[in-house]
Every structure is written in structure tokens, then in C-alpha cells.
């Protein structure tokens, strides 16, 4: 059971004190380390760049098959989950590039993560990907492989959060030069419909889901939050 450090309201002098921010009219690649993430920390993002009509393309890392210590099938079932949430935040299944590394051992293979994903990317790309201090194993060496992967071609990089919200605490980013983009209701509404196809992450038998609703809040703003290096 995840407790967080600060609390909804400790966090909104972070987050509503972030720069106004519009993404650049330019192709984007999202760097996503598990199924959910993506809808999670950027289906706004995903929703308005795909209304812009701008190519989007989802780099899914893993397939989450052991968020619950390996439970037989699951990577199959979040597979489906993810693949149902992209198509409602937009995203078509031609644009989706599964790499299947294993789920909680990325930092294992990031020599490797770099090398698959310098293929998918020029100098005009937008990548987003985790934080790379966002306090998951898998989320920091996504992140720092896109780290090695912009400096390699000169792309743009932008990174999201999810558990840093979580397992930080506010003073960690006050001084970031943090970016919100103000999501339109159609596509909060498009977000919080895909992330309730993550059906085995919102519920379990055992009645302790990855994301039980208290850690939802972040993924229910009315922005998303950013950084730009």
C-alpha cells in the first residue's frame, strides 16, 4: 500500500503556479514504461495533440506483467487494457510500438532501450517520457535513455510525472520551471474514460488495486504537468 508524502492540497501551490503551455505543432513519440502511464500522466496531451490532427506515435516499454509479482496472463490482459485506452484518447493501433523488456528490470536493459528507440526519432520530434526522479525504477531509466536518445538526434524532450506526486514532496519541484496545459473538458472526459479500461490496475481481489482512487487525483486535474529541458 502506497502512502503519499503530501497531500492533494500541499501539491497546489506546485502545480497551479506552473507556466501556461501549448506542445509544439510537431510529431510527438510518448515513452510510456507501463501500461496506464499514458493515460495517466499525458492522455490530455495525447487527446490534444491527435485533435490537432499531429501524428502521435507510443513507445509502450512494457507490458506490465508484474505489477503484482507475476500473476500468469496479466502482461495479455494490460496489453488489451492499454491498446482499448489508446484508441479512446485517439491513438490508432498502427502507432503503437511494443518492445516488451521486462517490467521492473527497464534499467536492465537501457543500453538497449536507447538503441530501439533512436530509430523511431529525428531531430523534429517532441518525445515525452517519464521524469527521470519520478520514484519508479522503470519510470527513471525510460527517462534517461530519452535523456541519451534527444541528445543523440537533437529532439525536443519533455518530461511527465505520475509518482512523483506520491512519494515526493513539494519542495522537489518548486523551483523546476514546471509547464501546465489546461485540459478542455472533451478531453478530460476522453482521459477518464480510457483510464477506466485499466480494469486490473483500479481493481484487485485482494482489494488492493496498484491505483486505488486516492492516488487518482493527479490524473483527474484539469491540466497536466510538464517539464521541458
Same mark, same amino acid.
Given at each position: 500500500m502506497i502512502v503519499p508524502l503530501a497531500s492533494e492540497a500541499e501539491w497546489t501551490s506546485v502545480w497551479t503556479t506552473a507556466t501556461s503551455w501549448q506542445p509544439p505543432d510537431k510529431p510527438s513519440l510518448v515513452i510510456v514504461p507501463h501500461p496506464d502511464d499514458e493515460t495517466l500522466a499525458v492522455g490530455g496531451f495525447i487527446a490534444t495533440q491527435v485533435a490537432k490532427g499531429l501524428p502521435v506515435k507510443i513507445v509502450a516499454v512494457t507490458d506490465g506483467e508484474n505489477a503484482y509479482g507475476g500473476e500468469t496472463n496479466l502482461g495479455t490482459v494490460r496489453r488489451a @487494457?492499454?491498446?482499448?485506452? $489508446?484508441?479512446?484518447?485517439?491513438?490508432?493501433?498502427? &502507432?503503437?510500438?511494443?518492445?516488451?523488456?521486462? &517490467?521492473?528490470?527497464?534499467?536492465?536493459?537501457?543500453?538497449?532501450?536507447? @538503441?530501439?528507440?533512436?530509430? $523511431?526519432?529525428?531531430?523534429?520530434?517532441?518525445?515525452?517520457?517519464?521524469?527521470?526522479?519520478?520514484?519508479?525504477?522503470?519510470? @527513471?531509466?525510460?527517462?534517461?535513455?530519452?535523456?541519451?536518445?534527444?541528445?543523440?538526434?537533437?529532439?525536443a524532450l519533455t518530461f511527465y510525472f505520475f509518482w512523483t506526486w506520491h512519494r515526493g514532496v513539494p519542495a522537489l519541484l518548486r523551483d523546476l520551471p514546471l509547464r501546465s496545459l489546461s485540459l478542455h473538458p472533451d478531453q478530460l472526459r476522453a482521459k477518464e474514460e480510457a483510464l477506466s479500461n485499466h480494469r486490473s490496475q483500479l481493481e484487485h481481489p485482494s482489494g488492493e488495486p496498484i491505483l486505488p482512487d486516492y492516488l487518482l487525483w493527479p490524473a483527474r486535474r484539469p491540466l497536466e504537468v510538464f517539464l521541458s529541458i
Open positions: @487494457e492499454q491498446m482499448a485506452a $489508446l484508441k479512446r484518447l485517439g491513438v490508432n493501433a498502427d &502507432d503503437v510500438a511494443r518492445l516488451q523488456l521486462t &517490467d521492473s528490470g527497464i534499467a536492465f536493459h537501457e543500453n538497449a532501450l536507447v @538503441e530501439r528507440l533512436l530509430p $523511431l526519432v529525428t531531430r523534429e520530434t517532441h518525445i515525452l517520457a517519464p521524469w527521470t526522479g519520478d520514484f519508479h525504477p522503470d519510470h @527513471e531509466a525510460c527517462g534517461r535513455a530519452a535523456v541519451q536518445v534527444a541528445e543523440r538526434t537533437g529532439a
